[in-house]
């Protein structure tokens, strides 16, 4: 028997196989897994012990024509108080709707986040607590299919929901620039969506030093730094810039972390001119910072965010961003999904990864 490649994945098993290990029919497959009556209870077990044992995911997208129900979407996000995931959300259910099909939202470690109970997502391990893996599972009793963002915790969603089609959603593939051996490629990596940060902060960093700025710090959301903060400072040495460690600091990935951030960066890096922030939540909040302290935006300091939210346009001055397109986003992710339950795609491997670009939307901070 011919092992597979270690970068391909496992073929999948048919309803054909099922049918010839069970000894029975294509039709008492179908029958038997859908529960319907017209057949013996004997052979029902039987059918579902062979489909279990060859790891058979049934064609979800054939399960609804016969039984006429709609495919069920999950949506599982780290924190519905950034408004990041509402904006993706509503892009999901959108895009979900014009298929006919419906979107239960699942947030998971937000509420713990915010209460000061449980880390940051990007301070976390692989490992859920014993709770939300629980409500994992019962997500997964419920939906056809799952798209997950989660922060770090994309391996743990990656096995909560291993028997039915799962696509990871953001930057978990972010390129390496300390370490060239992260980039070996990863044996039949789980379904996703990336989105080109790396190139949105080449964007970011470019229009700063085509504005005269020199002196250019980044507020991570980490202390270990993010695939963000690694481009960061793998693009100041191309554009030639001087980088220190009083060029970097972190903080919560929330509004009040930025406020703070903003006055840890000027008292650490007094020269600065222009900053880089994780995400626009933060930013936002950086903005606040630098005003409390007297500091101009951009006369002083420019400041670039990122994720290209609505909420940079509500605020004063309005924030220049990195903008991911949440519709196309979504569009590729259900794609993705439709894939998957069909048949005609794999449920892991190269050929079920796809990326999203970015573009800088400048206003009035930089």
């Not at 997950?148 to 990871?168: E, K, M, W, Y």
């Not at 554009?239 to 929330?254: C, I, N, Q, V, Y």
């Not at 048949?343 to 050929?351: D, E, I, K, Y």
Request: charge should be negative; hydrophobic fraction near 45%.
């Amino acid at each position: 028997m011919t092992r597979p490649r270690d970068d391909q994945a496992p073929a999948r098993a048919t309803i054909i196989d099922v049918a010839r290990v069970a000894g029975v029919s294509r039709q008492t497959v179908t029958r038997s897994l859908n529960g319907m009556r017209d057949v013996s209870e004997a052979t029902r077990q039987r059918v579902i012990e062979v489909a279990a044992s060859l790891n058979y995911r049934p064609n979800r997208a054939a399960q609804h024509l016969v039984s006429g129900r709609t495919t069920t979407l999950g949506l599982v996000v780290d924190d519905l108080r950034n408004p990041y995931y509402p904006e993706l959300a509503a892009a999901l259910v959108q895009q979900a709707a014009e298929r006919g099909w419906t979107v239960l939202v699942a947030e998971v470690g937000g509420a713990g986040v915010a209460s000061g109970e449980r880390p940051a997502a990007a301070d976390r391990g692989p490992e859920l607590p014993d709770a939300e893996r629980a409500q994992l599972a019962e997500l997964a009793r419920q939906v056809d299919a799952v798209v997950g963002r989660n922060g770090a915790d994309h391996g743990a969603l990656q096995g909560a929901f291993a028997t039915i089609p799962f696509v990871s959603l953001g930057d978990q593939r972010t390129r390496d620039h300390d370490d060239p051996a992260a980039e070996e490629p990863v044996a039949a990596p789980v379904a996703g969506v990336d989105i080109d940060f790396d190139d949105g902060i080449r964007q970011a960093i470019a229009h700063f030093t085509a504005t005269g700025r020199r002196s250019i710090a980044m507020i991570d959301a980490s202390a270990e730094p993010s695939g963000r903060r690694l481009a960061y400072r793998a693009l100041l040495a191309e554009h030639g810039l001087p980088w220190s460690e009083a060029s970097e600091t972190w903080a919560d990935d929330t509004h009040q972390g930025g406020v703070a951030a903003a006055l840890r960066c000027r008292d650490a890096f007094p020269e600065v001119d222009a900053v880089l922030v994780f995400n626009d939540v933060m930013a936002v909040g950086v903005l606040k910072g630098f005003a409390r302290a007297g500091v101009r935006v951009p006369e002083d300091v420019a400041v670039i965010g990122i994720d290209g939210l609505d909420l940079g346009r509500f605020v004063t001055p309005e924030l220049t961003s990195v903008a991911v397109d949440k519709r196309d986003l979504a569009r590729l992710s259900l794609e993705l999904l439709d894939g998957m339950m069909s048949g005609a795609l794999p449920l892991s491997g190269p050929t079920v990864r796809r990326t999203v670009g970015v573009s800088l939307v400048v206003r009035e901070s930089a």
